[in-house]
């Protein structure tokens, strides 16, 4: 079945640099990657997402580049700001209506 | 639009009982429904597929007669725990999906089950 391997576990920066997650998934039948945020005690919100058809996506501050043959994806967030400080999941599935097989994710720190 | 609850958000019971967790979708009709586990600081464990109208696939390591799932309606799911122990003790969070079009999930806010 689908592994989803996630790094780093823990990233820290200071207000305004940019932090990168990277993900890395095993079948190469996965066709759907979503990246969620989690905030303490609340549920995953999903930040971005993007399918194999595509390399990259943006959206204002956030944005994910996908190498299917690599079979990678990471997430990209552009002038952090304290309130960006979470956990970040990655994501895969291979097909509409299965499962999301989640990465261990990260807990990205934004000081000021 | 895309809303999904869960009821109780927060549950406390003595080991040997059992808890029913609702998991509703509110403004979609959802035929997969998933279940996950979440322990403190890590990630979220898919525990089973529910869909509607035939019977839930655990994943391995699930014990489906400790853990009963219902997908009686296109907008309801429940997850029973059965004689709970503490080491069930648990953020249990639900997700849908709709129809078979996007595969966006939307999540549930989590039910925290404390079991003493």
């Known amino acids: 079945g689908e592994n989803v391997e996630q790094h780093p576990s823990t990233l820290s920066v200071q207000e305004g640099d940019s932090a990168v997650i990277k993900c890395t998934y095993s079948?190469?039948?996965?066709?759907?990657f979503p990246w969620y945020k989690q905030e303490l005690g609340k549920r995953p919100q999903l930040i971005i997402d993007?399918?194999?058809?595509?390399g990259e996506k943006k959206d204002q501050r956030i944005a994910v580049t996908l190498n299917k043959t690599a079979k990678h994806f990471s997430l990209h967030i552009t002038e952090t700001q304290p309130e960006d400080s979470a956990v970040y999941f990655c994501a895969a599935s291979t097909q509409a209506g299965t499962a999301l097989i989640f990465g261990k994710g990260t807990t990205l720190s934004v000081s000021s | 639009g895309a809303v999904v609850s869960q009821h109780p958000s927060w549950v406390i019971c003595k080991s040997g009982t059992s808890v029913k967790i609702e998991c509703r979708s509110l403004?979609?009709?959802?035929?997969?429904m998933f279940w996950y586990r979440q322990f403190p600081k890590q990630s979220l464990m898919l525990m089973a597929t529910?869909?509607?109208?035939?019977?839930?696939?655990?994943e391995q390591g699930v014990e489906k007669d400790k853990f009963l799932i219902n997908h009686a309606s296109l907008t309801l799911s429940t997850l029973t725990v059965t004689s709970a122990h503490p080491e069930d003790s648990s953020f249990y969070i639900c997700s849908a999906m709709p129809g078979l079009g996007p595969d966006t999930q939307y999540f549930g806010p989590g039910t925290r089950l404390t079991v003493l």
């Open positions: 529910s869909n509607e109208g035939s019977k839930a696939t655990y």
């Open positions: 079948d190469s039948a996965s066709n759907y």
């Open positions: 993007i399918r194999s058809n595509v």
């Open positions: 403004d979609f009709q959802a035929t997969t």
